[in-house]
């Protein structure tokens, strides 16, 4: 949760404030769709994502236009430009949520191409998720896209740290780019190693590790206002 709420403020700081309650949050490298009422988790639902070479766009947007059992126009890289109309043949699976001119959110009629990168650009969910999204959002609700491939957790006993492989070669995945971010964290938690980055292909879900202890600061000797004992050799 923790780590939404993270993703919650990268959000907004893109953001403008609206009037809408419910919004969109879409992290990239997480393949993770995550939809927020105000700052609070309706749901998350794994995604699939566009590929090194059709990249998703990052950046704000709104739903624009909904529609049920929606009709694939192919792209100008299929030589068979025939629309294909709803139905077990349609890669846009029943429901189309779209959000840029060429891109939305939509279904699929596979099972297997979810947690990866493989989309035309697009934000591909199970077409039973995308069923149940489609029934909790109307056009106009914002939809923020992130590219965040590290994001820290604090917790009681500690700060954490969850990396995921950074699928569109943006070089966020460095010792250099870890300290950058963990200089926000330093001071609270110092002596956090340079963590392992997983390699690209790494499609297994690695759970959050922990970097670093919250600093103690040695016991200091209580003040007092009463005036010093003197010395023995004082006292004669």
Same mark, same amino acid.
């Given at each position: ?31 993770? #769709? ?57 890669? #846009? ?33 199970? $077409?039973? $998720? ?7 959002? $109307? ?26 492989? $950074? ?70």
């Amino acid at each position: 949760m923790r780590f939404i709420l993270t993703l919650l403020l990268l959000a907004l700081t893109f953001t403008a404030p609206v009037q809408a309650t419910r919004q969109i949050i879409v992290n990239i490298p997480e393949y993770r #769709l995550t939809l927020l009422e105000d700052t609070s988790l309706l749901k998350s639902y794994n995604i699939a994502v566009g590929t090194q070479y059709e990249q998703t766009p990052t950046g704000t947007y709104r739903i624009l236009y909904k529609e049920k059992f929606p009709t694939w126009f192919p792209g100008s890289k299929f030589e068979d430009q025939t629309p294909v109309p709803a139905g077990p043949d349609n890669p #846009l699976g029943t429901r189309w949520l779209e959000f840029h001119p060429t891109f939305g959110i939509h279904g699929t009629n596979k099972g297997w191409d979810i947690n990866y990168p493989v989309s035309g650009g697009c934000i591909r969910m199970h $077409d039973k $998720d995308v069923q149940e999204l489609y029934e909790h959002v $109307d056009v106009g609700t914002p939809v923020t896209i992130l590219y965040e491939t590290i994001l820290f957790e604090e917790r009681v006993d500690g700060l954490y740290v969850k990396i995921w492989p $950074d699928i569109y070669h943006r070089q966020l995945n460095t010792a250099e780019h870890f300290a950058s971010l963990y200089a926000a964290y330093a001071v609270k938690y110092p002596g956090a190693p340079v963590p392992h980055f997983p390699k690209l292909g790494d499609y297994e879900e690695k759970p959050s590790e922990k970097i670093a202890q919250i600093a103690t600061t040695a016991a200091q000797p209580l003040k007092t206002l009463l005036p010093p004992v003197p010395s023995r050799s004082a006292r004669k």
